[in-house]
């Protein structure tokens, strides 16, 4: 069986992050299924999904060492095309992937205690993102 579900979000540019652990596992327990996997992906090329403890400081730390690992500014050759001042956004986004996929388990994530699902803007405006989050079991 498969089930598939848009989760739409919007955010505040660089570096917002959004915990989207509650919104899976609603659409997990909606799709009935209880042995298999679940695939969220972001559409886009400057947005990034994964899996992380969701509390402020890793909130703060994860954006900045992206930051300093590639840092924003006009330098990237992509800003020869767009001149849109974001090469470093689909390089961050590239970076961590735009997909995640997780096993479910007697009809739940199989997580850990302090892994949650995120989504990580790395674009440099708000944007609103569609994620499709897409479940595969029995």
């Not at 989207?20 to 886009?44: D, M, P, R």
């Not at 840092?71 to 470093?88: C, F, I, T, V």
């Not at 990580?120 to 569609?130: H, T």
Request: charged fraction near 20%; include cysteine; charge should be negative.
């Amino acid at each position: 069986m498969v089930f598939q579900e848009h989760l739409e979000i919007h955010t505040k540019g660089n570096s917002d992050m959004n915990d989207l652990t509650h919104e899976v596992e609603e659409a997990v327990k909606k799709s009935q299924i209880q042995t298999g996997i679940v695939h969220i992906f972001n559409i886009g090329s400057t947005g990034a999904i994964g899996a992380i403890e969701f509390e402020p400081g890793l909130q703060q730390d994860l954006p900045e060492f992206l930051n300093k690992l590639m840092p924003p500014s006009r330098d990237y050759k992509h800003e020869l095309a767009w001149h849109d001042g974001n090469g470093h956004s689909h390089l961050q986004a590239t970076l961590l992937g735009p997909s995640l996929t997780i096993p479910i388990c007697r009809g739940k994530l199989e997580l850990g205690t302090w892994q949650q699902i995120f989504h990580l803007e790395c674009d440099i405006k708000p944007r609103r993102r569609r994620i499709v989050v897409t479940i595969y079991g029995e």
